[in-house]
């Protein structure tokens, strides 16, 4: 088959979780077909990746953007009563390359990754042929109910503005689930979610994450470059017999605003009362383009604010315990899954579990106040039987129920 693939982020690395799925589908289906990947760049660092894409597709297209100035085009829409989203991931020099294709390729199928996408179709000749290609609709998570999360934590006017895109950009998503042959979300949850908002929704379909589960190996060691700075902490101080502390390891990009929002809170109102329990803990906050509002939790001697690390796998052995304290999550946490298949026992919320499926006490333990999460922190600490069980336990289910294969197996059946 001859498959065009859109998509609103380069898909690679796969370091972050709208890249880990995207890259994964592009990988699985470039296999067995002729893939034509279209993305936009929105960092021109990640420019330097664009050539590792090139063995995966006959060919590919991009445009990068600049996020500010789609902030400010997308704003001026707002009196046009469109979604903000809509216009921010629009760039017209990517919609030339994917009408070029369009006007000497026959495509079998389109797949869209992120719901704005559907933009480049409805505005190409592939819209308007007898014989359009299939058109199936990644939408991962429910976007627009995320908009609605923001709009009941934040402060006017944004809480206005917030709930107004959820508005718009929900009817948006409706719009592609009726013009689309598939709709595609990465939990039953999600696509039961959808169903409950859009009640006349139709061809949904759940497509999971996956792991990989060679590359995300609790047999890796880590590596002495990566951790250098704090060879001091991993090991027992003999002259003083102080035991290194315990390492809390939290992983994301560290620019969205929902993994902001939960290392901000876990160093306020959770490590606190860790330490006060008599907890020696240190808390790693690992992932590329910290916020300010996360830079500055480095001022605290107990906190480490890594930013981007090439390989992420040594801070996860390096964890005693994985912390994901999100109060802000939709669909499968990537970095649940990962922490999981490292064997590394992981406390999450119940936001944060929900995608993943996993039994709480089990395969993961869950709590979701800042009391609740400090003390099941604290009884893992002083339990290291129990961590070595959970870890072993969340391996186990990972590896069971997150295949790549079998998951994109799926997805491709939906293009025939």
């Known amino acids: 088959m001859k498959i065009l693939y859109i998509c609103h982020r380069i898909p690679y690395p796969p370091n972050k979780g709208d890249k880990i799925r995207s890259f994964n589908e592009v990988k699985y289906l470039a296999k067995d077909h002729d893939l034509f990947l279209a993305f936009l760049v929105d ?19 991009f445009a990068q953007i600049d996020p500010r100035a789609q902030k400010v085009k997308a704003a001026s829409q707002v009196v046009a009563g469109k979604a903000l989203s809509v216009p921010y991931f629009y760039s017209p020099k990517l919609q030339r390359e994917i009408d070029a294709w369009a006007s000497v390729q026959d495509f079998d199928a389109v797949v869209c990754f992120s719901g704005p996408m559907a933009e480049y179709v409805y505005r190409s000749s ?27 934590d934040a402060k006017f006017p944004m809480n206005l503005v917030y709930s107004l895109e959820q508005k718009r950009l929900l009817a948006y998503e409706a719009q592609v689930n009726r013009d689309f042959d598939h709709s ?45 700075q704090d060879d001091e902490s991993d090991h027992v101080d003999q002259g003083t017999a102080r035991r290194a502390p315990t390492n809390l390891v939290f992983t994301g990009a560290m620019d969205y605003h929902a993994n902001v929002d939960a290392v901000v809170w876990f160093c306020s109102d959770i490590l606190p009362r860790i330490t006060q329990a008599g907890i020696d ?9 910290p916020a ?6 480095a001022q605290n001697p107990r906190v480490t604010v890594t930013g981007f690390v090439e390989d992420i796998r040594p801070w996860y052995a390096k964890a005693d315990l994985c912390v994901i304290p999100l109060r802000l999550a939709r669909g499968v ?39 609740s999460i400090a003390a099941t922190v604290i009884d893992l600490c002083r339990n290291p039987d129990t961590q070595r069980e959970l870890g072993q336990a969340g391996r186990k289910f990972v590896v069971e129920n997150f295949d790549w294969r079998r998951n994109m197996e799926k997805l491709e059946k939906l293009l025939s």
Request: hydrophobic letters at 40%; aromatic letters at 10%; proline letters at 4%.
């Open 43 to 61: 960092d021109p660092a990640d420019t330097q990746h664009v050539d590792a894409l090139r063995e995966y597709c006959v060919d590919l297209a």
């Open 126 to 152: 592939l819209w308007k042929k007898a014989d359009r290609p299939r058109l199936i609709m990644d939408f991962c998570d429910v976007d627009s109910d995320k908009w609605g999360q923001y709009a009941q």
């Open 184 to 228: 595609v979300f990465v939990t039953d949850n999600e696509a039961q979610l959808f169903n409950n908002q859009v009640p006349d929704a139709r061809n949904l379909t759940t497509v999971g994450n996956g792991v990989d589960f060679e590359f995300f190996n609790p047999g890796f060691r880590r590596g002495e470059a990566c951790l250098a």
């Open 281 to 289: 803990a240190h808390f790693y906050i690992v992932g590329g383009r």
């Open 292 to 297: 300010p509002a996360v830079q500055a939790l």
């Open 333 to 371: 946490q990537n970095k649940v899954l990962e922490a999981m298949a490292m064997e590394r026992p992981v406390v999450t919320t119940s936001k944060a579990a929900q995608g993943v499926g996993a039994k709480d006490l089990e395969h993961l333990w869950v709590a979701d106040s800042a009391e």
